[in-house]
T-cell receptor, first 113, second 115 residues
Framework: SQKIEQNSEALNIQEGKTATLTCNYT??????LQWYRQDPGRGPVFLLL?????KEKRKERLKVTFDTTLKQSLFHITASQPADSATYLC????????????FGKGTKLSVIP | NAGVTQTPKFQVLKTGQSMTLQCAQD?????MSWYRQDPGMGLRLIHY???????DQGEVPNGYNVSRSTTEDFPLRLLSAAPSQTSVYFC??????????????FGSGTRLTVV
């Protein structure tokens, strides 16, 4: 069965450092991968989408990589700030006219001042 | 723009009671979905709709009904609430146009407790 794993439930990092979150998947051939941010008591908010034929995508301090050989995506936040503290979810989509996503369980990031 | 609006935000039900969770979007999105989020389980798809009058089951549909009579509204009905349905429920909408740039738009959730 399809499985998505995010490297850890929680990650603590010092302010100013680069946070790196991992999303691994098995038994899946995604056409694209998305990252969402979720704050406590709120719904997830879309951050970035990367397609299977893209190696890297950037948006401001965010960078996402996608390696279909390793079946892995890395999500980087550079110059991290306490305001970046949240849970980050990865989600995979199969494409082919389908817009359904399968979500990982998320990684809770805490940026310590 | 309001985006996706879910009501109520909190609800306590007794076992066996029924209720409807409301979801409305004002972005003219074709697609809408209901998810439940439980600790350690992540988001799991309950039902989804690809347009008015068309719905389909997701991963965990048992105990829930949906209908989509308009593009804007996608209510989720709990037929006979059970403690196992205690969860946070999220509604999401997404459009074909702009999907790659904007992904899903989620509501703020309904926290349901069944006692």
């Amino acid at each position: 069965s399809q499985k998505i794993e995010q490297n850890s439930e929680a990650l603590n990092i010092q302010e100013g450092k680069t946070a790196t979150l991992t999303c691994n998947y098995t038994n899946y051939s995604p056409a694209y991968l998305q990252w969402y941010r979720q704050d406590p008591g709120r719904g997830p908010v879309f951050l970035l989408l990367i397609r299977e034929n893209e190696k890297e995508k950037r948006k401001e301090r965010l960078k996402v990589t996608f390696d279909t050989t390793l079946k892995q995506s890395l999500f980087h936040i550079t110059a991290s700030q306490p305001a970046d503290s949240a849970t980050y979810l990865c989600a995979l989509g199969s494409g082919a006219g389908s817009y359904q996503l399968t979500f990982g369980k998320g990684t809770k990031l805490s940026v310590i001042p | 723009n309001a985006g996706v609006t879910q009501t109520p935000k909190f609800q306590v039900l007794k076992t066996g009671q029924s209720m409807t969770l409301q979801c409305a979007q004002d972005m003219n999105h074709e697609y809408m979905s209901w998810y439940r989020q439980d600790p350690g389980m992540g988001l799991r798809l309950i039902h989804y709709s690809v347009g008015a009058g068309i719905t389909d089951q997701g991963e965990v549909p048992n105990g829930y009904n949906v209908s989509r009579s308009t593009t804007e509204d996608f209510p989720l009905r709990l037929l006979s609430a059970a403690p196992s349905q205690t969860s946070v429920y999220f509604c999401a909408s997404y459009g074909v146009e702009g999907f790659l740039d904007y992904g899903y738009t989620f509501g703020s959730g309904t926290r349901l407790t069944v006692v």
